[in-house]
């Protein structure tokens, strides 16, 4: 079974746990370094990422946060989570992890709409995504090897680079599950490592 951290110190954890387990998958909260052992993929939930970088310090987690993304092992960010991941935050002089190569800035959709729910059209799931945003940030542009996902009123709402996946919504504050699902196939499941190399078997 994939076993998948949900970062736990601030935001929509318990709906992110719940997501991943109706998914199939274990999940994991994760609080302090060790935590982090023995996951197959990270999700750093919406919330508020001043907030949540300042836990990140006090809990000793920005080193083996970035150590993990260096593990190759999928991480994927939403709305918060997003602004951690990414590269570059617009009027920030650093960035966070600093890991995924999108720029993004904060709170994106107008002061007085702070939330809204719209259809979104996703690159690689089938049909409209009903998604909740919540004073989302928004993706301004992808490096050369990231992948836009969706765009929602002109600007980018969903991407991927290579091992990241980030999103301005709130996949999980509904009962729509077919984006953990994207992330969870985007995780090695380790019984696919344990089948015999074919050379061995080409030979009987
Ligand atoms: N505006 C928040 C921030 O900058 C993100 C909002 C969210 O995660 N729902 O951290």
Redesign the pocket.
Known sequence: MKRVGVLALQ??VREHIKSVQACGAEAIAVKWPKDLENLDGLIL????????RRLIDRYGLMEPLREFAQTGKPMFG??????LLAETVVGNQDAHLGVMDVTVE??SFGRQVD?FEAPLEIRGIDGAFEAV?????HIVSVGAEAEVLCVHNDKIVMARDGQFLGCSF?PELTDDHRITDYFLSMIQDKSDLLLPNPSTYSKV
Do not use: D, K, V, Y
């Open positions: 935001g929509a939930p919406g919330g508020e990422s001043t907030t949540m939403t709305c918060a989570g997003l602004i904060r709170n939330s945003f919540i004073r989302a940030p709130h």
